[in-house]
């Protein structure tokens, strides 16, 4: 039997909160789904052409109207639903916002971007897209909030 995985890429987003410097804040999206709202980094698949690290940068500006810079890679993950048998391989990056772009039209998949602490994305974790958002999360913690180079990640056309 043949498996087709799909290739999806997100990005761990973190800043300062104002309100509490020991908190720091993450960039999360809602977005409703066919199981209902559903919490999640910004992410989506990987298009034809595009470098991993390309369609991290263009799902954040799409989902979020923020512009990032990858600084590292956070971790290879792999996913299977066992209601459908579909898998997916998820490439997480952490990024920096570099700017937002006001200008870029709203999401079609109707996402909303909104800034969460750790503990408010444990509060919802029944409404995780999938268990990669906490564990892509947690490996960016435990890791001192870095990842490996994000030039361990290539692409190769030919």
């Not at 789904?33 to 690290?53: A, F, K, M, V, Y």
Request: aromatic fraction near 8%.
């Amino acid at each position: 039997m043949s498996v087709q995985v799909k290739v999806a890429v997100s990005t761990i987003i973190q800043k300062n909160n104002p309100s509490d410097p020991t908190r720091p804040l993450y960039l999360m999206v809602e977005e409703m789904t066919e199981d209902g709202l559903r919490i999640n980094q910004p992410s989506g698949h990987l298009e034809s052409g595009e470098t991993p690290e390309e369609g991290a940068i263009r799902e954040v500006l799409e989902e979020t109207k923020h512009n990032v810079y990858i600084n590292s890679l956070i971790g290879v993950y792999m996913f299977t639903r066992a209601s459908n048998g579909a898998s997916f391989l998820r490439i997480c990056f952490h990024g920096t916002v570099s700017s937002v772009d006001d200008s870029v039209p709203e999401d079609e998949d109707k996402t909303k971007p909104i800034w969460m602490t750790y503990a408010e994305i444990m509060d919802r974790e029944a409404e995780h897209r999938n268990p990669m958002v906490r564990e892509c999360l947690e490996n960016f913690i435990d890791n001192g909030y870095t990842g490996v180079s994000k030039h361990t990640v290539k692409s190769f056309f030919i």
